[in-house]
């Protein structure tokens, strides 16, 4: 009797986030330590989201006390916490969600481990700052910098919040684009040319005539085209069209779906290559030409992989060897599923020795990369992804003047940005935060110096229009309060965002959003 294999209850707790991102990433978030400073609403919401799919560890930084408003906006925190730690009180229920998270928390100040403790910081793999004042931040964005650690700063205030990434260089190999097959119609490799030639259509009965794959006629008729245009493929919209009516007229009934597929991916055909101009920026970059023994592996994969391209690729990335479904009989699609999987795995193959041969030149371990890391990236060439962030310091020294102003006079969300800047100049002046009518223009005094700052040239008119009195309004009857829908939302976001920089699949923003509850609206800007 067969055995019947049942899923570990790992696998069955942790099933539907393991489709998104494997276990490879299930595997980054279970070894990630994230540090969160400040047990706000919004900070709460983003560890509850990290701590259910099973992070590593966290630990929550505040040495703030539980009172009566806390309760009303957080709900991690609950009448019998008042009087207590909100640290303390906010990691024994985050706790309480999932057994395999390690949940502690640190009775401390921010503001004082930031300036006093920078080692505290070391052994996290991401830092979560939620409403620091401006002076922190500028602090921990620099001690970050310096440690090569991710930071995401967070501000939530009434219905509108912003974050900020700032981390290193970010490589994304997994990026999971939707629907993109790579079929190599347009540039086809020498064995699917040669299994095409292997079937006569015109030799097929009908039955078997309805069952060729499509990849198979539309290489056919390409052929065709070809013995009749001086070997040249149809090249521009028009000719694409004319090879329709080609393979429409030669349909035996009108309910063939092969040839209806055919008909439908004559697109695919206007794409003479794989390396895009994104992809092809990667390949040419510095740090895949110029490696060093503490090049990053990506980095030498990268070099492998152009040097692939240019040799015995001919000009084409790895084929990712994936076959989409299709009108087909089984013998027919199984053979071409094997035409495709066998070069995907003599590119994977060249592109691994490769990866060795640049190895023993750098005086490494020809096993220092997993063959598995290289599969990964053969699969995903055609998608690969680096980011590189600026630093909050590089935010406010060179500011994006030309971008900001443009944003200002056409994007409402934008003006939330200078606000919430704005407020932290009206803290370090007043020290306290704008929260009723009076505040109005000093908040705008503050917001008019953060435009000046940037450089903004028609600054008081911009303050002026409609839609910034709106924002500054709203912004102050916000009152320095959470509201706790707006913080679950904006604690989604980020960490979501968290979850791709820690698992480094699917592609993270770069590098703040800016979230909008009154309008129901969120933008990203690269400030």
């Not at 919401?45 to 309760?71: C, F, M, Q, R, Y």
């Not at 390690?102 to 052994?123: C, D, G, L, R, Y």
């Amino acid at each position: 009797m067969a055995t019947v294999h049942v899923p570990s209850l790992k696998t069955q707790k942790y099933d539907r986030q393991l489709r998104l991102w494997a276990a490879t990433g299930q595997t980054a978030l279970e070894n990630a330590k994230i540090c969160l400073l400040n047990a706000t609403s919004t900070g709460c919401e983003i560890l509850k989201n990290l701590v259910l799919p099973g992070i590593g560890s966290v630990t929550v930084v505040d040495d703030a006390i539980v009172n009566d408003t806390d309760i009303r906006t957080n709900f991690f925190l609950d009448p019998s916490s008042i009087g207590s730690s909100k640290a303390q009180a906010a990691a024994t229920l985050l706790q309480e969600l999932n057994e395999d998270a390690s949940v502690s928390f640190e009775n401390k100040s921010a503001s004082q481990v930031i300036h006093t403790q920078p080692e505290f910081f070391e052994s996290f793999s991401m830092i979560i700052a939620s409403n620091l004042v401006e002076h922190d931040i500028l602090t921990l964005a620099d001690l970050c910098d310096k440690l090569h650690k991710p930071l995401m700063i967070v501000q939530c205030k009434g219905l509108c919040g912003l974050f900020r990434i700032q981390a290193p260089e970010h490589a994304v190999v997994e990026t999971h684009p939707e629907n993109v097959v790579d079929l190599r119609l347009g540039c086809s490799f020498k064995e699917l040319l040669a299994y095409a030639d292997t079937v006569d259509l015109e030799q097929l009965d009908q039955t078997d005539h309805g069952h060729v794959p499509f990849v198979v006629v539309l290489l056919k008729y390409v052929h065709a085209w070809k013995d009749h245009h001086d070997g040249l493929p149809p090249q521009t919209y028009a000719e694409r069209n004319e090879l329709k009516k080609l393979i429409m007229a030669d349909m035996r009934t009108p309910e063939e779906e092969n040839f209806e597929e055919a008909i439908a991916n004559v697109w695919r055909l206007s794409s003479s290559s794989t390396v895009t101009s994104s992809v092809r920026d990667v390949l040419n970059d510095p740090a895949a030409q110029n490696l060093e023994a503490n090049s990053d592996s990506f980095w030498i994969i990268t070099r492998a992989v152009r040097e692939f391209v240019d040799n015995e690729g001919e000009g084409q990335l790895p084929l990712p060897g994936k076959l989409p479904d299709m009108k087909a009989d089984t013998t027919n699609y199984v053979n071409l599923q094997n035409v495709y999987r066998e070069k995907a795995l003599a590119d994977v193959a060249a592109v691994q020795r490769r990866v060795k041969t640049l190895l023993e030149g750098l005086n490494m371990a020809r096993d220092s990369i997993p063959d598995s890391a290289v599969e990964s990236y053969c699969k995903n060439a055609g998608n690969i992804k680096v980011l590189r962030y600026r630093t909050i310091k590089e935010e406010y020294a060179n500011p994006r003047t030309e971008s900001i102003a443009s944003w200002l006079k056409e994007d409402e969300n934008i003006i939330f940005y200078i606000l919430f800047r704005g407020a932290e100049k009206f803290a370090a002046k007043y020290h306290r935060y704008p929260a009723d009518d009076a505040d109005i223009p000093l908040l705008d005094e503050q917001a008019l110096e953060v435009l000046q700052d940037i450089g903004v040239s028609d600054a008081q008119e911009l303050l002026r229009s409609d839609f910034a009195r709106r924002c500054v309004k709203n912004y102050i009857r916000f009152a320095d309060r959470e509201m706790a829908n707006a913080a679950a939302l904006v604690g989604g976001l980020v960490s979501q965002e968290a979850i791709k920089m820690i698992t480094r699949q699917y592609i993270p923003i770069n590098n703040t959003c800016i979230f909008n509850g009154i309008a129901s609206t969120s933008n990203v800007y690269d400030l």
